[in-house]
Structures are given as structure tokens and as C-alpha cells.
């Protein structure tokens, strides 16, 4: 869930009489006990008129609206947590972020975060990211495994991300997905933005921001295929929804893939950033850095190899 967002309903036939703190956390996708705090402090409009009793009823046809203010985030606090750092230097560094790590401090996820581990082992962090991620120039989701770039000082902070949006750094993935291709590769070239009616997703939308996916089979497995995806763009969520979209969700995707998999992955998505390739912000020197999969990867590939 994000803060700094409006969100507005109209109550259907089925919530007549249904109180507004029950309606207001289904809206908004949060506790009860959260919407019961906004009502109290007149962020809930019901008809355009403030709403401050939780246990207001509706009627069908009001339009509800819930106003969810911007959380002030505080400053990231550096922990003792290990860290693999495949290379580093005065202006930046290659670290590894192992699944179920989060890059940032967020709610619900305030520590043990990639963030918390680099201000632990790192003497300098950019600043440009704010205080709660500093150093951060881009990210992959939790319960993906694989290399990261970090700042170290606002120069080399800039020309990284400059090399993001030109599209110059080269970023390789390894996945597994469901089924089998009838073609060794393809290109899956459709905008992203969020699910229409669930923005918990992603999706491809008319009107989305621009993502192309070139993915390669690598090895054909028991239902599922070992593939490398490569990004002409970084999107959110980005190959999971485009190999979702023709057919080959990753596998372990709780989010993208089917409601009832054909095998027990635990711990999330296959899906690991084992290539990242950039120009040095100082040097100018083409640097290229791999790293392999952990080892629930590995083992669910030896699992699913053809015998």
C-alpha cells in the first residue's frame, strides 16, 4: 500500500447500510482499524460531506472518498548485516541482494533492509535518493535474488541513472517459467502501468509506460523452461508481467502466476539478476559483473531437468 493517494468508491446496492470503516478498508486495500483512524481525523468523505463516526451506514449510490496522507519516512538506520559485495570503489559498488531482502526501508519493512546493510558496510552513500534510500539507483522486487548498483556520491549517482533512462546498462535475468516455447526466443513489447481494477499489479495498459522484454530459452525442463531475459527497459514488476502476459508466468509468483501452480515453489519467484554491465561514472571503462543463483534456484532447475 502506498500513502499519498485519493481513493473513491460508490457504494453498490450490496453495501446498503454497510458501515463506512469496513467500506473505506476494502477501497483502500487496509486495516479496519486504519480507516477507522482516518474517519477520526476527517479524511473520509461520504457524498462530499466529512465522515468522523466509523460506524456511519451507507447508502447505495454515495461516493466515498478516503484521503491516504503522505507518510514522512525516517531516515534509514545502518545495521550489522551481511552483505556480498562483488566490487567497490570510491564512486560506487556491485552488491549482491539475496530473495526475501527488501532494497529499502518501507512500512511494514523498516529493517533488514538492503538499505539498513549499506549504511552498515559502506562509508559513503549518495544522497540523492533521500535518507530513507540513499545510494539506491534502482531495484528489484523482494523475492527476486541477483546484482545491484549503488552510489556512493551524488556524480556518480547521476550518471548511473542517466545510463538507465538512455537504456546503455545492460541487464541480464535468469528465470524459470511455466511450460514449454515452440520458439528458442522472443520480444514481448507492451506498456506497463497499474492493473485497472487491482493496484497491487501490474499490468500492460493502453496508456502504460513503455517496456520491452527479449527473453531466450535457455534449457527446455519438465513443464517449465530455464530462460534469460534481457531489459530494454526497467519496469516495475516488468518480466513477471511479460512472461505472465504469453502464457509463461515465473515460476513461485504469488502474484502473476496460477492460483494453484503445478509445483510447490516456496519463498516467491525463480528469478534472478545474474548480469549487470555499465560504464564506469569515472573511467568511462565498460564493467560487466555476474553472479549465480542461490541455491533454491539451482536446486528447483536440477528438480526439473530432463533426465
Avoid at 508466468?249 to 502474484?255: R, S
Amino acid at each position: 500500500m502506498t500513502d499519498g493517494q485519493i481513493f473513491e468508491g460508490v457504494a453498490a446496492p450490496e453495501d446498503d447500510g454497510e458501515r463506512l470503516d469496513l467500506f473505506v478498508a476494502r477501497l483502500a486495500d487496509i486495516t479496519r482499524s486504519r480507516a477507522g483512524a482516518l474517519i477520526r481525523d476527517g479524511l473520509v468523505c461520504a457524498d462530499g460531506a466529512a465522515q468522523q463516526k466509523a460506524g456511519f451506514r451507507l447508502k447505495a449510490g454515495m461516493v466515498v472518498r478516503a484521503e491516504l496522507p503522505a507518510a514522512i519516512p525516517a531516515a534509514a538506520e545502518a545495521e550489522d548485516i551481511a552483505l556480498d559485495i562483488l566490487y567497490e570503489d570510491d564512486d560506487l559498488a556491485v552488491v549482491f541482494k539475496p530473495s526475501g531482502m527488501v532494497v529499502h526501508p518501507a512500512a511494514g519493512n523498516e529493517r533488514g533492509t538492503l538499505v539498513n546493510a549499506l549504511l552498515g558496510r559502506l562509508d559513503n552513500l549518495s544522497g540523492i535518493g533521500g535518507e530513507i534510500r540513499p545510494g539506491i539507483v534502482h531495484r528489484i522486487d523482494k523475492d527476486t535474488s541477483g546484482l545491484l548498483l549503488v552510489a556512493k556520491n551524488d556524480f556518480s549517482h547521476v550518471c548511473l541513472s542517466e545510463q538507465i533512462r538512455a537504456h546503455t546498462v545492460g541487464r541480464a535475468y535468469r528465470a524459470i517459467v511455466i511450460g514449454g516455447f515452440r520458439e528458442i526466443s522472443g520480444t514481448v513489447d507492451g506498456p506497463i502501468g497499474r492493473h485497472p481494477t487491482d493496484r497491487k499489479r501490474m499490468a500492460i495498459v493502453p496508456g502504460g509506460r513503455e517496456a520491452v522484454t527479449h527473453w531466450t530459452v535457455l534449457e527446455p525442463l519438465r513443464g517449465a523452461s530455464l530462460i534469460e531475459a534481457r531489459l530494454t527497459t526497467g519496469r516495475t514488476h516488468q518480466i513477471r508481467v511479460h512472461m505472465a502476459s504469453i502464457g509463461h508466468p515465473v515460476l513461485g509468483d504469488p502474484v502473476y502466476g496460477p492460483r494453484h501452480s503445478p509445483f510447490p515453489v516456496e519463498g516467491g519467484q525463480l528469478l534472478h539478476a545474474y548480469r549487470i554491465g555499465f560504464d564506469h561514472p569515472r573511467t568511462g571503462q565498460r564493467m560487466t559483473f555476474e553472479a549465480e543463483p542461490e541455491a533454491r534456484f539451482t536446486c528447483w532447475l536440477e528438480k526439473l531437468r530432463l533426465r
